[in-house]
């Protein structure tokens, strides 16, 4: 059955850098100190894409970025010539910087202690972490991040400090059938003791030129539509199902438990999947032929609860309507 609506957020996307220390197999973002294009965006870059975003009337700043990039040889002199001693200490002031432009921080750091995500909370509407899954693939060797007890301990402990939070699956990476249901119903765990998952993102894996998956096949649409149903029936009403419309077609996957289709942007690319565009906000509706309602990258269920600091309290009040989703603009 179809839900009355689908929401989705206006954001912009900001690839901190794409320095990172795992090497995913199916990862076509991550790059080596000493690659042409590693990088670390630097204030003014940030800067010109959160003035752009604000004119286009979007209300997230999604920061994304490798994981622990201080670990990889290289990476800390490129950091301490901007004038920080690390990551963190470097996206909390851009997301300050963020909120006095007018959006919404929304950050994906990966895998953090639980002081790091206490020191991100005053300055984030909500944060994010791929689960991926919790079985073992070959797509993960070697990557001291991808532990699936590690990351859903990331979760809890954001969840103990009452932060909104965006988890997912990565679906065709060489996971089997049960380790989806078994990831699924790790969420569901999380989210009925913590009570922080507002949304599931079920993500379908894209090859990547160059990448050692560049040869696998993506998953074809009756997995993802049998993916989503089983999670719609395991995860609680409260959890967002989420999928990205520039990845897959969501048409039949709003009528068998998807109902958000993520954040959209007007003036930035996926850099996650810089070969799929995302669609026209304007033709959103004819992919999913269901009303459609823009929201913050906090949920509103989280908004009317009041799980914001009194840092971005101003910016929500501003941003959002009475019932938690973006006000009309």
Not at 239 to 255: F, G, R
Request: aromatic content about 6%; hydrophobic content about 35%; some cysteine.
């Amino acid at each position: 059955m179809a839900p009355p609506f689908v929401t989705f957020s206006r954001n912009v996307f900001i690839p901190l850098t794409n320095v990172c220390r795992n090497k995913c197999g199916y990862c076509g973002f991550r790059r080596d100190m000493g690659h042409p294009e590693a990088k670390l965006l630097s204030p003014v870059e940030v800067t010109d894409i959160l003035e752009r975003g604000a004119r286009a009337g979007c209300s997230e700043a999604l920061f994304t970025f490798g994981e622990r990039p201080e670990e990889v040889s290289g990476f800390m002199p490129l950091l301490k010539a901007s004038g920080y001693g690390s990551i963190i200490d470097y996206l909390i002031e851009l997301c300050k910087l963020s909120i006095d432009i007018g959006l919404l921080p929304h950050s994906n750091p990966g895998i953090l202690e639980k002081d790091e995500l206490e020191e991100l909370k005053p300055y984030n509407a909500s944060m994010g972490l791929m689960l991926e899954t919790v079985g073992t693939v070959d797509a993960h060797e070697g990557c001291a991040g991808k532990v699936p007890e590690s990351r859903i301990e990331t979760i809890m402990d954001a969840g103990e400090l009452g932060i909104p939070f965006t988890t997912g699956l990565l679906v065709g990476i060489g996971e089997t059938w049960d380790d989806r249901v078994r990831s699924i119903r790790a969420i569901r765990d999380v989210h009925e003791e913590s009570g922080n998952v507002q949304e599931v993102i079920i993500q379908n894996f894209i090859p990547k030129p160059g990448s050692k998956m560049a040869s696998w096949h993506a998953p074809g649409i009756g997995e993802i539509i049998k993916t989503v149903s089983m999670a719609r029936q395991n995860l609680p009403e409260d959890v967002a199902i989420q999928v990205s419309p520039n990845l897959v077609n969501p048409k039949e996957l709003v009528h068998c438990g998807a109902s958000d289709l993520g954040g959209i942007s007007p003036e930035t690319i996926d850099h996650i999947n810089p070969e799929s565009p995302w669609p026209d906000i304007r033709k959103l509706h004819d992919m999913v032929c269901i009303p459609l309602r823009e929201r913050l990258p906090i949920y509103p269920q989280y908004v009317k609860k009041k799980w914001y600091s009194k840092e971005i309290e101003p910016l929500i009040r501003k941003l959002s309507d009475a019932e938690g989703f973006r006000k009309t603009y």
